[in-house]
């Protein structure tokens, strides 16, 4: 099978389930977005991160490419074909679980604080920027998606932040005052 299927050459796409739409469609805007949120994440872990970050990381990117297949499927039908493609509630209670975690190892905030520090802190700021633009694309779509998909990117950018701090604070990067 080649790469190249010539299908999209006329600025067109499949969506699942064979629907044809432009690829300029926000909905294809919006899965676009989490692929690019899911290569920043890759990017990130090509920085010196602990173990325990990468692995986050590593799961963060699986639940993304889940994501953005139910973002490509309009008529919700992937989740009776794939079941593995499926962001749940639990996804997010997962993400508030590991808030928590890497919160509790940083002094708590008393400011607004700039993005920066260490080059994995930066990255993950960077990242969660990104993360915070896949939000408002999803929010912005109509029919409305699951809310799920919603709490589970607003957790996203929560985590990506107190993974930000977690990694200079262990790196010894102070954080700036705004």
Same mark, same amino acid.
């Given at each position: 099978m080649?790469?190249?299927?010539r299908? &999209?050459?006329?600025g #067109?796409?499949?969506? $699942?389930g064979?629907?044809?739409?432009s690829k300029a469609d926000?909905r294809v805007d919006a899965? /676009? #977005?989490?692929? #690019?949120? /899911?290569a920043w994440?890759? $990017?990130?872990?090509?920085h010196?991160?602990d173990?325990?970050?990468?692995?986050?990381?590593? +799961?963060?990117?699986?639940?993304l490419?889940a994501l &953005?297949?139910?973002?490509?499927?309009?008529? /919700?039908?992937?989740?009776e074909?794939?079941?593995?493609?499926?962001?749940?509630?639990?996804?997010?209670?997962?993400?508030?679980?590991?808030?928590d975690?890497?919160d509790s190892?940083v %002094?708590?905030?008393? +400011?607004f604080?700039?993005?920066? &520090?260490g080059?994995? /802190?930066a990255?993950?700021h960077?990242?969660r920027?990104?993360?915070?633009?896949?939000e408002?694309r999803i929010?912005?779509?109509?029919? %409305?998606v699951d809310?799920v998909l919603v709490?589970?990117?607003?957790?996203?950018s929560?985590?990506?932040?107190?993974?930000?701090?977690?990694?200079n +604070?262990?790196? &010894?990067?102070?954080?700036?005052?705004?």
């Amino acid at each position: 099978m080649k790469l190249y299927t010539r299908t &999209g050459d006329s600025g #067109e796409t499949s969506l $699942f389930g064979k629907a044809r739409v432009s690829k300029a469609d926000a909905r294809v805007d919006a899965y /676009g #977005e989490v692929d #690019e949120l /899911g290569a920043w994440i890759g $990017f990130v872990r090509t920085h010196d991160l602990d173990p325990d970050m990468d692995d986050v990381l590593l +799961h963060v990117q699986r639940d993304l490419f889940a994501l &953005g297949a139910q973002l490509a499927d309009p008529s /919700g039908k992937i989740a009776e074909r794939v079941t593995k493609a499926f962001i749940t509630d639990d996804d997010v209670t997962r993400m508030e679980t590991l808030i928590d975690r890497f919160d509790s190892v940083v %002094p708590p905030l008393s +400011h607004f604080i700039l993005s920066g &520090g260490g080059p994995a /802190g930066a990255a993950l700021h960077l990242t969660r920027t990104v993360c915070r633009r896949v939000e408002r694309r999803i929010v912005a779509l109509t029919p %409305p998606v699951d809310s799920v998909l919603v709490r589970y990117v607003n957790r996203l950018s929560d985590l990506l932040f107190a993974m930000a701090r977690a990694a200079n +604070h262990r790196s &010894g990067r102070p954080e700036t005052a705004w």
